[in-house]
């Protein structure tokens, strides 16, 4: 049964750290894979669960920068290249997964680009609809197997404050009927991938596979590399100086939500839920704009539900749980 979307008692928050959230559990024989964990929040996701004895693998659309990152990092890691808008390039890394592992015990969700110009990939779909969503989607799907085959698996999938912007437009999600724009295409692509952990929940709970999708906090990483300075003065990430924004979190803090979520004992039989600062986040109230809880239209199951089967047409791949 999908947890109740309502904050509950943790001992972690808004400053907490990845290190500090996964201090004193042992992931020793644990599988992890982490898309994207070369760079930004994923690196840091990556050095918390390899610290506590995960065995990782990273999947990198740049392998040669993944290994300048993570080859002096310690830890069992691997990297194999992973291309989440190419459909081939997904299906033989995760046959690559399934050649090294029996099981799949945490899938991180990480790796996304955002607000960037209009761009299709090889099928036409509209790039961040594509890489966010879509190549996840594939991907879990493909590693589907291994996650049963766990005990007590779980998928955490990186959504964003940007969902509150706008829903998935399940009609024309990839923007061939209405003029494009980076920033509602970026918001449909969050909203998704917390529609898909909601969805993804409901299918798995009966193999005791549980899904989670989480809002990092505002930080400065690679993934404003679309942005220009002048934009992200203009919405308060930086200063006329330069400065970043002071409720903005470190790399380390930003990823410890998804760490929490992959490893708390809190969450244990839980799932389906959206969260934010090491909790499960609190509704919005539409009346009072403010920086957090999350919107009803990624907690509306129908909906949820009808983005699966979109996705199942777009991909061509049908999930089997």
């Known amino acids: 049964m999908t947890t109740q979307q309502a904050p509950i008692s943790s001992p972690f928050g808004y400053r907490s750290t990845a290190k500090e959230v996964v201090e004193g559990i042992d992931l020793s ?8 964990g070369y760079s930004g929040l994923g690196t840091e996701t990556v050095r918390a669960l390899a610290g506590a004895g995960a065995n990782v693998i990273v999947g990198a659309r740049r392998p040669d920068a993944a290994h300048e990152v993570l080859d002096e990092m310690p830890g069992d890691i691997e990297v ?21 592992w029996g099981r799949l015990d945490i899938l991180i969700n990480n790796a996304a680009i955002m607000a960037s110009p209009l761009a299709r990939d090889a099928r036409g779909y509209e790039m961040q609809f594509a890489t966010n969503h879509l190549g996840h989607f594939q991907l879990t799907a493909r590693l589907w197997p291994l996650l049963k085959a766990a005990e007590g698996a779980r998928v955490v999938a990186l959504s ?3 969902h509150r912007i706008v829903g998935v437009d399940i009609d024309d999600p990839n923007y061939n009927n209405r003029e494009y724009s980076k920033w509602p295409a970026y918001g449909q692509a969050k909203s ?3 529609l898909f952990a909601l969805h993804l929940d409901t299918l798995g709970e009966p193999h005791g596979v549980r899904a989670f999708s989480v809002h990092p906090g505002g930080i400065v990483t690679p993934l404003q590399r ?5 934009e992200q003065t203009a919405m308060g990430w930086f200063d006329a100086e330069g400065n970043v924004n002071e409720a903005f979190k470190s790399t380390e803090e930003g990823a410890s939500t998804s760490v929490w979520c992959a490893v708390s004992p809190l969450l244990e039989g839980e799932g ?3 969260c934010e600062d090491c909790n499960i986040a609190a509704p919005a109230d539409p009346n009072k704009p403010g920086p957090g809880g999350v919107h009803p239209h990624v907690l509306d199951a129908g909906i949820a539900a009808k983005l699966w089967a ?10 089997r749980p």
């Open 29 to 36: 024989g644990k599988n992890v894979l982490v898309t994207g």
């Open 80 to 100: 194999l290249g992973l291309d989440l808008s190419d459909p081939a390039s997904i299906d033989a890394f995760a046959a690559a997964v399934s050649e090294k």
């Open 160 to 162: 964003s404050i940007g």
């Open 192 to 194: 998704a991938n917390a």
């Open 226 to 230: 679309h942005l220009t300075m002048e």
């Open 272 to 274: 389906g839920v959206y």
């Open 310 to 319: 979109k996705s199942e047409e777009l991909t061509g791949v049908e999930f």
